[in-house]
């Protein structure tokens, strides 16, 4: 992408109404815009990085051996009032009555739908083990949205839903979940750990949230200083092996790690004082086992081994997938502006021309520009006729993990600067060597 064709408002000065660090960068980055309190339009870049995390949790879910499916945002009523819980959810559901009368709302979450799909069309438990998930937008009308996508009333959440026969076969899901959840938070550059939690609107008593340790996360959590060690890596799993994602599960969860809801200071009093910590976290995930709360009252049995019809023992499980632009964000940032992990990045790497107009140095940039382009490294390439300066500036703002600066004094020698935004470490070098470093 050429900048000077591309759409980047970015931000000269911080907007007043970011009260924390990633609001204030995605606003000045030009990646989202305020349309109403708690609801935004995602602008370019924005849209970039949310499309690479929807990319990688589509990718872990399918790995896992999750099936995709998209439901509607608008839900009927009714289906609600089957399951119980038109009436208990409260204020954050948006109510809206459509031209006939009919009680409608925006989904906050789609238990209750999964289960009327399910009841349609699966009858036998030869049909099981099955797990289906989307990445749709929810609208939940929060009493304080803030913090700009971190606490959205309109936000897009990959939920995944299982239905097995056995309450065995559902925690086997579930397992499943926590590993796979694991793995989509490393690729994108976050450490999340699951803490015991509680079951909430969702309900149910087994449950994990999966928190990034921020200073300015919600949730106040409690932990044993060991978890933090922990990294899932590159192992292999096989996710339909019981024995593995249990192992995994005993190794993430044993050690204590609790959200306030659950925290007990009699058991947390048993871990060595020295690593007894105490901090703040962003909620990214949550998974649930509920057994059958949802299909008994909603009727979603299937026909057992023995003949006899019995309800279908079910989980579901949360991704925040707008949240986590904020959530990577906060980890993951310096005084500059932002610092995007590489499997999230929305360009991989920017082209500053310090001496737009001139010649040589316009087709060097050019020549760059088309390599890249042609190896799929995804460039950004400053094209703009501005000081160099500002240009610095901008990259730095929009986080690209490498920068290649191209001026006509270094190729004279036939040299460009590589720099890392992380590490603001250069080398010179020629450009065939910047591009072939970058592969
Ligand atoms: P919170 O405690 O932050 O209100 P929740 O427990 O109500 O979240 P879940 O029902 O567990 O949320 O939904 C799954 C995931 O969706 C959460 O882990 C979180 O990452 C994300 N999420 C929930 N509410 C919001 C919101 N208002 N804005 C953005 N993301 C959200
Ligand atoms: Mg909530
Ligand atoms: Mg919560
Ligand atoms: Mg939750």
Known sequence: MRLS???????KEDPKEAQIVSHRLMLRAGMIKQQSAGIYSWLPLGLRVLNRIQQIVHEEQQRAGHIPVLMPTIQSADLWRESGRYDDYGDEMLRITDRHK?????GPTNEEVITDIFRAHVNSYKDLPLTL???QWKFRDEIRPRFGVMRGREFLMKDGYNFDLTKEDALHAYNRHLVSYLRTYERMGLRAIPMRADGGPIGGDYTHEFL???????????????ITDLTFGDREIDYDSVEQCQAVLEEFTSRYARTDETHDEALFNQVPEERRRSARGIEVGQIFYFGTKYSEPLGATVVGPDGARTPV???SHGIGVSRLLGAIIEASHDDKGIVWPEGVTPFHVGIVNLKQGDNSTDSACDAIYAELQARGLDPLYDDRDDRAGAKFATMDLIG???RITVGPRGLAANKVELTSRRTG?????S???????LE
């Open 5 to 11: 064709r591309y759409f980047l408002p970015v931000l």
């Open 133 to 135: 998930y989307q990445i």
């Open 400 to 402: 690209l993990p490498w």
């Open 102 to 106: 009919r009680d409608m709302l925006y």
């Open 425 to 429: 470490e250069t080398e010179e070098m």
């Open 313 to 315: 023992h079910m989980g």
């Open 431 to 437: 450009p065939k060597d910047a591009i072939a470093r």
């Open 212 to 226: 990034v340790l921020a200073e300015t996360g919600e949730s106040e959590v409690f932990y044993d200083s060991q």
